[in-house]
């Protein structure tokens, strides 16, 4: 095994067939669209579940994404590689997509690795077959027009964060649109993910305590 296959390699070697409490990707689409019977058949019979130990690459820059991935367990950050510094781009946990999402819809190399920060497990769509539920069913379109409506509203929400001058500000709107994660993410990777260092994020999360502590005790 090479490092640059693997994070298809963990996908491949943990494949299974659906089980039970895992999410079914008809599921998640009839959140956004109502899927027919035969559509929703149609998309569940072409997933499977798959599994990635802490710390391992689910995609590696210049690898190209094969899958879509709903994440059943676990937390995945995408990052870039500037010089000797890795930039965490975004953080997502359960019940969201992952992908290197220009690298699935294009079948060309990612610009961004990804990697699991728990032991995660994921229900995994081949991107052939999601162009064939394209094909087939007029309302698997419709519901993934709506998904990807919510991240490129997602995309905006990144994009607005790293433009947030002052660090608090910028924390704090973290905390809005992220709350699930302040807690359980590591540190130097909510830091990089705030474009501010691990010092500067654990004095604003020291004087954020202190001043619950304060209001607490009056």
């Known amino acids: 095994m090479t490092p640059s296959i693997e994070g298809l390699y963990f996908v491949e070697k943990t494949k ?9 990707p008809s599921a998640f689409l ?21 599994s990635i130990p802490k710390g391992k690459f689910l995609v590696r ?10 994440v059943n367990r676990g937390i995945f950050r995408g990052f870039i590689i500037e010089g000797k510094a890795e930039i965490t781009t975004w953080i997502t946990a359960e019940n969201d997509l992952v992908s290197s999402i220009s690298s699935f819809f294009s079948q060309t190399p990612s610009l961004e690795y990804i990697q699991a920060l728990e032991d995660s497990e994921m ?38 964060l790293t433009r947030i001058t002052k660090a ?22 909510v830091a990089s993910h ?25």
Do not use: W
Not at 61 to 70: K, S
């Open 16 to 24: 299974s067939s659906l089980q039970a409490g895992s999410l079914l």
């Open 194 to 218: 705030l474009g501010m260092t691990l010092e500067t994020l654990s004095r604003l999360r020291s004087a954020i305590s202190k001043t619950y502590n304060e209001k607490v005790e009056k």
């Open 30 to 50: 009839n959140v956004f669209h109502q899927l027919s019977d035969k559509a929703a058949r149609f998309i569940d019979s072409k997933a499977f579940t798959c």
């Open 168 to 189: 608090s500000t910028r924390y704090a709107y973290f905390q809005e649109i992220q709350p699930e994660l302040v807690n359980r993410v590591q540190l130097k990777y």
């Open 123 to 160: 229900t995994a769509l081949r991107f052939e077959d999601l162009e064939a539920a394209y094909q087939k069913f007029p309302e698997v379109n419709v519901a993934a027009r709506l998904i990807f409506q919510k991240i490129y509203q997602q995309a905006e929400q990144r994009a607005y």
């Open 61 to 70: 820059h210049g690898q190209v994404c094969p899958y879509i991935f709903l």
